[in-house]
């Protein structure tokens, strides 16, 4: 028999190094986020071509199927449904700690139902998915052949924001896993500053001196973390080695109903918790008599926020039901922490310092390569001016040349060998407009040129000098953080050691393990009441009637005196009804004055209860939200009598339910206090110690 060019092999040294080969390209190219942009594989795929399809936030949505054939079609010649679902979740906001595309239609929910079909979808870029690709056009990242070689597509994106910590990553490889929680975006900017202001004694900062920046992971649907004090345990364990795990529990508190009659409002569920199966959960414990006390179920989530209400019978102890529904449902649970990701092509396990430091390590390299890309293209453009700058001063000798040469190539000659300019100056000089030659148009030029000295300098001296590529790094993580920081979802709770779990923790009691903050109190337009902490200070001071989002805000700094704070909120309440009455009263709209006083007469008081604020807050978003429904409903052809009796009843059902939630000023007494005398404002907490 011809045997030809069939090789003997032994089976076993061939199935070995086929599955090192199939584990490796898992974990290489697959499973893993690669440390620096904290991308797998398919996420930067997809993130690329649609920027490469000019899918940015400014353009229309695109069908998600186009997108999907785009990524198929050029870089990743697998399974649509994997590239499709991979989108799918950057679009999550429950998530996604900061969504890296925007989708248009059904793209799943918290109560686990899958995206719509591609063919349903639209999705475009977010802004924070452009500062992820900014200055990829620079060369500032490496590029490589695509499947077939016909194209290039980056190893890495440059990555403005630290996507790794920020928005986390989960994966399964060959022999390991990844889970990286998300982390609050202004937290880890703080962190990065740090280490770049302390760069040349970075061996000194340890775990502890970063975790007074990122003191926890801040997950997208908030909860709380209860951490303990323990040695070797918690969160330091697992930022100082990569890996650990930390208790999550949902956000619930107890609410009064009447009549001797309690129920339990779940407001916030851990990450990656199934809104749909937890009420299942529950049910089937309330069915089989493992959970007494339970009257009725509901979910009154709607897109002001998730509300799961858990009625109780007149007999049933709260607490106690509250605690059996921690311990026998999701509603608490473990995350594990496992800080894996690629460095230089294999996979590590990092501590937080680790994971800060290769992400500065990147932006060094990306900010370095993008100054010498610039310097480059400065430097040629100035060549360039200084060939226009010849020619306007000989320009009838020019003119004179260019008419009497036989064509542009003798022209050309002719050029470089009279005024000694390089062949690009002399092809700027033939290529020059006419309009050039008027006066206005020659001093642009020199101040054109200028311009470059100018930026060529400043270039060279940053490529020059470590301390300045750090300082520029800085200043960009300070842009970012400004541009799309904001406050903390998930709260920390620290328990005293041996007491975990003693105690089941409510809302309530979670008002009195805030620390004591100099805070902020402001009243937006849209009537919500928000704090900011001391150091956003000297940005309300500069700002004092503009905030976030550009909404206008009413308020000023809180000081821990008995009087203050009362004075405080009657000044913001006041402002805020007439903004409101400015901003909604309207002869189209079924707001009146007297509805506008009622209003800002029920705005929450010093003194009410988290449970209270939230109603109030609640039925003020919807009071607003139905007065935009009527102006629009009037704006879009209807006639205005008809929209006033069609809403009026229920502006009126609002405002009767808002007037009747109880508060502080109601129940006759000052507000509560602290054991040091000072008001405790509602979203104003405070620590007991």
């Known amino acids: 028999m011809e045997v030809g060019q069939v090789r003997r092999i032994d089976i076993d040294d061939e199935m070995q190094q086929a599955y090192l080969d199939y584990a490796m390209?898992?974990?290489?190219?697959?499973?893993?986020?690669?440390?620096?942009d904290g991308l797998k594989p398919v996420h930067r795929r997809i993130l690329y071509a649609m920027h490469d399809m000019g899918i940015?936030?400014?353009?229309?949505?695109?069908?998600?199927?186009?997108?999907?054939?785009?990524?198929?079609?050029?870089?990743?010649?697998?399974?649509?449904?994997?590239?499709?679902?991979?989108?799918?979740r950057m679009a999550q906001d429950f998530s996604m700690r900061l969504p890296l595309a925007e989708g248009q239609g059904n793209f799943g929910s918290v109560d686990g139902d899958a995206p719509a079909a591609m063919r349903y979808t639209e999705?475009?870029?977010?802004?924070?998915?452009?500062?992820?690709?900014?200055?990829?056009?620079?060369?500032?990242?490496?590029?490589?052949?695509?499947f077939d070689g016909s194209l290039k597509e980056p190893a890495v994106l440059p990555s403005g924001i630290p996507n790794l910590l920020v928005n986390g990553a989960t994966g399964i490889a060959v022999g390991m896993a990844t889970s990286v929680p998300p982390h609050?975006?202004?937290?880890?900017?703080?962190?990065?500053i740090f280490m770049l202001e302390n760069w040349t004694k970075l061996e000194q900062v340890s775990v502890e001196d970063l975790m007074r920046f990122i003191p926890a992971p801040d997950f997208p649907t908030g909860g709380i973390i209860v951490t303990g004090k323990?040695?070797?345990?918690g969160l330091p364990a697992a930022y100082g080695t990569g890996r650990g795990r930390i208790s999550l529990q949902a956000r619930a508190h107890i609410e009064e109903m009447g009549r001797g009659r309690s129920r339990i409002l779940v407001t916030e569920l851990p990450y990656q918790t199934n809104k749909a199966a937890l009420i299942e959960r529950i049910a089937e414990l309330a069915r089989a008599a493992e959970i007494e006390g339970i009257a009725d179920l509901r979910d009154e989530s709607d897109r002001q926020g998730m509300r799961i209400v858990i009625e109780l019978t007149k007999t049933a102890e709260p607490e106690k039901v509250l605690g059996q529904l921690y311990r026998r449902t999701p509603m608490q649970g473990t995350f594990s922490i496992i800080i894996l990701a690629l460095v230089e092509g294999e996979p590590r396990l990092l501590s937080l310092k680790q994971a800060l430091r290769v992400y500065i390590e990147h932006r060094l390299e990306v900010v370095r390569r993008r100054g010498q890309f610039d310097l480059r293209r400065a430097r040629e453009r100035a060549h360039i001016l200084e060939g226009l700058q010849t020619a306007l001063e000989h320009l009838e000798e020019v003119i004179q040349m260019i008419r009497s040469a036989r064509d542009a190539d003798q022209a050309r000659e002719r050029l470089i060998r009279r005024f000694r300019l390089s062949e690009p100056q002399a092809n700027a000089i033939l290529d020059m407009p006419l309009r050039r030659l008027a006066s206005l148009e020659r001093k642009k030029i020199d101040i054109e040129y200028k311009e470059k000295l100018a930026q060529i300098k400043e270039l060279e001296a940053l490529l020059a000098s470590d301390k300045r590529l750090r300082a520029a790094i800085a200043a960009e993580i300070a842009e970012v953080r400004g541009k799309y920081g904001d406050r903390r979802r998930t709260q920390i709770v620290q328990m005293a050691k041996g007491k975990r779990g003693q105690r089941v923790l409510t809302a309530t009691d979670l008002a009195d393990l805030t620390p004591v903050k100099e805070t902020w109190v402001v009243v937006?337009?849209?009537?919500?009441?928000?704090?900011?902490?001391?150091?956003?200070?000297?940005?309300?001071t500069a700002k004092s009637v503009t905030g976030a989002g550009g909404q206008r805000l009413y308020g000023g700094i809180l000081s821990y005196t008995p009087g203050t704070a009362e004075r405080l909120y009657s000044q913001t309440r006041d402002a805020f009804t007439g903004q409101l009455a400015r901003s909604l009263g309207s002869e189209r709209g079924v707001l009146t004055d007297r509805d506008i006083a009622r209003v800002?007469?029920?705005l929450p008081d010093f003194g009410d209860t988290l449970a209270t604020m939230e109603i109030k807050e609640t039925t003020l978003r919807n009071l607003i939200a139905l007065e935009r429904d009527a102006r629009r409903a009037v704006i879009e052809g209807r006639d205005p009598e008809e929209v006033m009796r069609a809403f009026?009843?229920?502006?009126?059902?609002?405002l009767r339910a808002l007037e009747q939630v109880p508060s502080a000023s109601s129940k006759g007494g000052a507000p509560r206090t602290s054991k040091g005398g000072a008001p405790a404002p509602g979203y104003i907490l405070e620590r007991v110690e």
């Open 600 to 602: 800002g007469a029920a």
């Open 56 to 88: 940015r936030p400014d353009a229309d949505f695109k069908k998600s199927a186009r997108i999907v054939g785009e990524v198929l079609g050029k870089y990743r010649p697998h399974g649509d449904m994997a590239v499709y679902e991979a989108m799918a």
């Open 184 to 192: 609050n975006l202004g937290e880890v900017c703080d962190a990065l």
């Open 123 to 146: 999705a475009r870029l977010t802004p924070l998915a452009m500062e992820i690709l900014a200055d990829i056009e620079k060369d500032t990242v490496d590029f490589l052949d695509n």
């Open 524 to 540: 937006t337009s849209e009537g919500l009441i928000e704090q900011l902490m001391a150091e956003a200070r000297r940005v309300i």
């Open 230 to 233: 323990g040695e070797g345990e």
């Open 648 to 654: 009026r009843p229920r502006v009126d059902g609002l």
């Open 25 to 36: 390209s898992v974990i290489v190219a697959r499973a893993l986020p690669d440390a620096r």
